[in-house]
C-alpha cells in the first residue's frame, strides 16, 4: 500500500513537473517572439511605411551592400525550432527582411538571441544530417547557409554536433548490456591519412544493437581492449580473423565460436581457385555449402569425409574449415540459436563505409570518434524502427 501512495505521489510530481516545463516554454516563446518583433520594430516600424526615413541601418544585403530603411522591407515570417534549458520551442516566428533592390533575403542578429549561445535545433538537424553523409565543414557551411535566411552560427551548431558525440561515447561507456550472442569484425578508417580501425561489436538479440571502438591496430590486444567492456556472452559469430578468436578464447575461455559460414565458402574458393577447374570448384562450393547448411553433425561428418575421399590433403583441410562453422548445430542442443553469418554486421559495414567514403578520412582522433559514437546511435536507432534524428537530437536538450 506504502509502495503504491509513493508511486502515485511520484507520477503526480511528474505531471505538475511536465506541466510546468511546458508552461515555461511557451511564455518564454512568447516573450522571444516579442523582444524580437521589437527590434525590427526600431528598424523598419510598421507605421508609414512608405514615408519611411532613408536613415542608414546595420543590415547588409550580399549583393547591394549596406542598405538603408528606404530600401529594404518586410516580407512575413519563417519559422524556427529554438533549443533552451526547458527544452525545444516548436515553431518560433522570426521576421523575414528583403532587399527591395534585388530581392535578397538579409542575415539578421537579435540582442535576444547571442550568436554564441544560441542553438538553432533546425540548423543543428541539418548539420548531423549532412555530417552523417559523410559531407565535409566545408560544404555544410555552404549548404546550410544557402537553406537558413539569417546568422545561425554554423561553427557553434558544429561543435555542438561534436559534444554531442562526446555525450553519447559517455553515455555507452556505462551501458554495455549483456547478450547471449555477439557478432564481430573491424572496418577500416583513415584519421589524418592514417590507417585506423573500428572494431564492431554487435548483440544478435531483438533489440540488436551496434557498438564501434576506435583503435590503431586490429591485433589481439586491440580487440581484448574492446571485449573486456562486455559481459561474457554465451557465443560468438566472426569471419575467422585470428585477433579475433585469439582475444575471445583469452578473455572468455570455454565461449562458443561460430565462424561465419560465408566467410569460410569465399576463404575455401579463393583458396582452390586456380588449382582445380572452375566446373569442378562450383561442384565444390556446392558441396561444402551443403555439408555448412545441412544442420545435422552427423549428416555434416559424412559429407566431409566424402570430400577428403575425393580431395585428399585438400579435402582434409576444407573439412577442418568446415568443422569451423558447425557450431551453431551443437549449440541447438542447449537451446541457444546462433546465427550463421556475420551478414547483419557486413551491412553495417557497408553502411559505415559509404558514410565515410566522401569525408576522406578524419582531421583527428575524436572527430572520429565523435563521428562513430553518432553513426552508432543513428544505426541502433534505425533497427528499432524509431525516427534516429529525433532521437539524436534529445542527446542535445
Known sequence: MNNDFADEVIRQKKIVEEGARKAALKAKKEIIEMLIEAEIEEILPQR?????????????????????????????????????????????????????????????????????????KDVEEEVLSLYLRGVSYRKIKMIVGRKMASRMGITTGWQRIQRIGRKLREKEEKNYKKADILALDEV?????????????????????????????????????????????????????????????????PGVRMQRCIWHILRGISLEMKGKIPSEKLRELSQRVREALSSGDLSLAFQKVKDLVWDYGEAGYQIGLEIGKGLEYIRARRSGLEIPQTTSLLERDIKEFRRRVRPMDGFFSEEGARNFSAIWVKMRNLQRQGVDWLEGIMKEAV
Not at 586490429?218 to 575467422?240: T, Y
Open 188 to 252: 577500416a578508417l583513415r584519421v589524418k591519412g592514417e590507417r585506423r580501425w573500428g572494431l564492431l561489436v554487435r548483440t544478435m538479440e531483438e533489440p540488436s544493437q551496434i557498438q564501434m571502438f576506435i583503435s590503431p591496430f586490429k591485433d589481439k590486444e586491440s580487440w581484448e581492449s574492446a571485449l573486456s567492456r562486455f559481459p561474457q556472452p554465451r557465443a560468438v559469430v566472426s569471419d575467422g580473423d585470428r585477433a579475433i578468436e585469439s582475444a575471445v578464447k583469452e578473455i572468455w
Open 48 to 120: 508609414y511605411a512608405k514615408k519611411r526615413e532613408g536613415k542608414q541601418t546595420t543590415l547588409i544585403c550580399p549583393n547591394c551592400g549596406v542598405r538603408k530603411a528606404n530600401q529594404i522591407r518586410r516580407d512575413g515570417h519563417y519559422k524556427r525550432k529554438l533549443i533552451v534549458s526547458e527544452g525545444i520551442i516548436e515553431d518560433l516566428r522570426v521576421p523575414r527582411i528583403e532587399c527591395k533592390d534585388c530581392g535578397h533575403y538579409l542575415k539578421l542578429t537579435f540582442k535576444i538571441l547571442d550568436p554564441k549561445k544560441r542553438y538553432w
